[in-house]
């Protein structure tokens, strides 16, 4: 007999509650992290109350305010006016524009970070023109020194994914109780019910074959992307039979540093790439590795990294030769 839990899956709906209710949502409270893909997959779901109409951004069923990112600056435009810059972030999964106004009464001169630049930014998520994109007034901007900063917000977002963001928000009689709220109805009417789509989080129980085909590849040495550089890098870990290292074991080598300056070079209008241009190029490879389920973290501090067992097992068996 067929047990119901797959049946409840599949029949489960997505409630979405009126704006007045949003404050019930801790998420909504906070500056929510997610990949750039996410923020603009994000639900709109249109809302009249009256004559007043206003729609909300959702993840899952709950309401998203403001959004907290880690991305590399691709590009910038100072606007005519110098009233604002808009920076072309991407964290790897996709890109989006991030608009900064300025602060004070002079004019913009020039932006506050050059391209290459691993950037951390909070604002609002918005859409304007048909476009999604993040707003900022407040000047929440920074640079991030740790050249690990993207690789740890990617892992950190897949667990707020799996253990917060992927819980849905209930509103009940109790909770409205607990915070003494009284001009609210004593039960919630439901705005919309649609299928329940669940989030997909990258399978990581066994390493992906494409490891393998990373490892043969070595005619890709001669095109210098990305993808040639995480290539690359996996064909290192199998020569010098790393189980386990750090980023700085893998940044001391030459032939690594060297190629990914050069694919900076093809990245970057400039003729001499800087470290952390170089840093991000190591980091993206890392966390694609980390994706495909060929490494994982080593330490309770997420400073190195272990080759999945399952992995060296595999090679072993099959001997496989680069």
């Given amino acids: 007999m067929a047990s119901n839990s797959s049946l409840n899956t599949k029949n489960r709906k997505r409630i979405y509650y009126a704006p007045k209710y949003w404050q019930f949502d801790p998420i909504y409270q906070t500056n929510v992290k997610l990949f750039i893909k996410d923020l603009l997959n994000l639900k709109t779901v249109q809302f009249i109350e009256g004559s007043k109409i206003t729609h909300g951004f959702f993840y899952g069923n709950h309401p998203i305010q403001e959004v907290d990112i880690i991305a590399t ?12 810059t808009k920076y072309t972030l991407d964290d790897g999964s996709a890109t989006i524009e991030f608009i900064d106004f300025k602060n004070d009464d002079g004019p913009i001169l020039e932006p506050k970070f050059d391209r290459g630049t691993v950037i951390r930014v909070i604002g609002k998520i918005k859409d304007y023109n048909g476009k999604r994109e993040i707003g900022n007034s407040y000047g929440r901007m920074w640079a991030e020194k740790d050249p690990n900063a993207e690789l740890l917000r990617w892992l950190e977002i897949l ?14 009689k109790r909770t409205i109780t607990i915070n003494n709220v ?38 890709n040495q001669s095109s210098h992307t990305e993808e040639a550089f995480t290539d690359l890098i996996t064909r290192y870990i199998y020569k010098n039979n790393l189980t386990r290292f750090s980023i700085v074991r893998i940044r001391q080598s030459p032939e690594l540093n060297e190629f990914a300056k050069k694919v900076a070079i093809n990245q970057y209008p400039c003729p001499k790439p800087n470290g952390q241009q170089v840093a991000a190029l190591f980091v993206k490879a890392l966390r694609v590795l980390m994706l495909e389920g060929f490494l994982s973290y080593a330490d309770y501090h997420k400073i190195s990294y272990r080759v999945d067992s399952l992995f060296v097992d595999m090679v072993r068996e099959w001997k496989v030769q680069i």
């Fill in 159 to 172: 667990t707020l994914k799996k253990d917060v963001y992927s819980r849905p928000f209930i509103l009940s």
């Fill in 73 to 84: 600056v691709t590009a910038f435009d100072i606007n005519e006016g110098k009233k604002y």
């Fill in 182 to 219: 009284s001009d609210v109805e004593e039960v919630p009417p439901i705005l919309s019910m649609v299928s329940e789509v669940p989030e997909s989080v990258p399978n990581t129980s066994m390493p992906s074959t494409r490891i393998f085909e990373r490892m043969k590849n070595s005619d």
